[in-house]
């Protein structure tokens, strides 16, 4: 069963950091672009990073240079380092990742993991 798996959300004290990871498993050949994306209550979920196959990132305005998107391709896990954390990075993330299984890529998502920052 091919599945996405984040972890390292919690609770973090304004200007803390935190590392979340998103982990592929299942019968998967390779990954192109993994993301992640955030949920604040009452707010529709937005983009806060993406990268590339080839490590090409682009980010959020509102995480520039306080966030870092990385990947391990050998064990197809994703990783976002949050540093600098303020109260509005808030919410639920999830992580994106385009699977190639067999011929073909499918989008999955992870289940999510909270961040909560406190003020």
């Known amino acids: 069963q091919v599945q996405l798996v984040e972890s390292g959300g919690g609770l973090v004290q304004a200007g803390g950091s935190l590392r979340l990871s998103c982990a592929a498993s299942?019968?998967?050949?390779?990954?192109?672009?993994m993301a992640w994306y955030r949920q604040a209550p009452g707010k529709q979920r937005e983009l806060v990073a993406r990268i590339t196959s080839r490590g090409g990132t682009n980010y959020a305005d509102s995480v520039k240079g306080r966030f870092t998107i990385s990947r391990d391709n050998a064990n197809n896990t994703g990783y976002l380092q949050m540093n600098s954390l303020k109260p509005e990075d808030t919410g639920v993330y999830f992580c994106?990742?385009?699977?190639?299984?067999?011929?073909?890529?499918?989008?999955?998502w992870g289940q999510g993991t909270q961040v909560t920052v406190s003020s």
């Open positions: 299942g019968s998967i050949l390779s990954i192109n672009a």
């Open positions: 994106n990742a385009d699977l190639i299984i067999g011929a073909l890529q499918y989008g999955y």
